[in-house]
T-cell receptor, first 115, second 118 residues
Framework: NAGVTQTPKFRILKIGQSMTLQCTQD?????MYWYRQDPGMGLKLIYY???????DKGEVPNGYNVSRSTTEDFPLRLELAAPSQTSVYFC??????????????FGAGTRLSVL | AQKITQTQPGMFVQEKEAVTLDCTYD???????LFWYKQPSSGEMIFLIY??????QNATEGRYSLNFQKARKSANLVISASQLGDSAMYFC???????????????FGQGTILTVHP
């Protein structure tokens, strides 16, 4: 009963380093999302994907890249990490036919610090 | 663009009492969905309840109900018979068909921290 699995749970990066946050879901959901949550704030959408090979930018995409080669996996790549990317990152997935009612299920999050 | 406003940074409630968490939204779309999520101190995001803009009845899920007032653009969460385990951050969120397909993208409010006192 895994749902949405994110790895790692915690990571400390130095400025300028790169890393990939992993996200996998086993619910055969077609839509997947990456959000970031800054301290005391709500979540903001970074990127999303509506199916394998299809991705698009959200509200705050700068400094990030994504790919989706399979239905299950949606990794988020940070290039040249900056202190402003210190945040908690959440991956989510949902099954949608294009409406507004699809419920998103979230992973446990990755807490990232850039020092 | 959509906007969600939660004006209560923190709320306190006595165990077994009911509490209302406020949420107002702004969108020009006719078709939209409103969601509430719970974030305990452990950090995960837990889906609580959903209300569609065309739903005539207020949504209910166990002790959670959503007080949907379309004309006022409000979607308040009501928790009945509060329990200590209800202490958490609560987020209101919206998905709207911005002139086409929404792709389910959620816009979140800033959240309300609820503390339940014994």
């Amino acid at each position: 009963n895994a749902g949405v699995t994110q790895t790692p749970k915690f990571r400390i990066l130095k400025i300028g380093q790169s890393m990939t946050l992993q996200c996998t879901q086993d619910m055969n959901h077609n839509y997947m999302y990456w959000y970031r949550q800054d301290p005391g704030m709500g979540l903001k959408l970074i990127y999303y994907s509506v199916g394998a090979g299809i991705t698009d930018k959200g509200e705050v995409p700068n400094g990030y890249n994504v790919s989706r080669s399979t239905t299950e996996d949606f990794p988020l790549r940070l290039e040249l990490a900056a202190p402003s990317q210190t945040s908690v990152y959440f991956c989510a997935s949902s099954y949608s036919t294009g409406g507004v009612s699809n419920i998103q299920y979230f992973g446990a999050g990755t807490r990232l610090s850039v020092l | 663009a959509q906007k969600i406003t939660q004006t209560q940074p923190g709320m306190f409630v006595q165990e077994k009492e009911a509490v209302t968490l406020d949420c107002t939204y702004d969108t020009s779309d006719q078709s939209y969905g409103l969601f509430w999520y719970k974030q305990p101190s452990s950090g995960e995001m837990i889906f609580l309840i959903y209300q569609g803009s065309y739903d005539e009845q207020n949504a209910t899920e166990g002790r959670y109900s959503l007080n949907f007032q379309k004309a006022r653009k409000s979607a308040n969460l009501v928790i009945s018979a509060s329990q200590l385990g209800d202490s958490a951050m609560y987020f209101c969120a919206m998905s709207a068909n911005a002139g086409g397909t929404s792709y389910g993208k959620l816009t979140f409010g800033q959240g309300t921290i609820l503390t339940v006192h014994p």
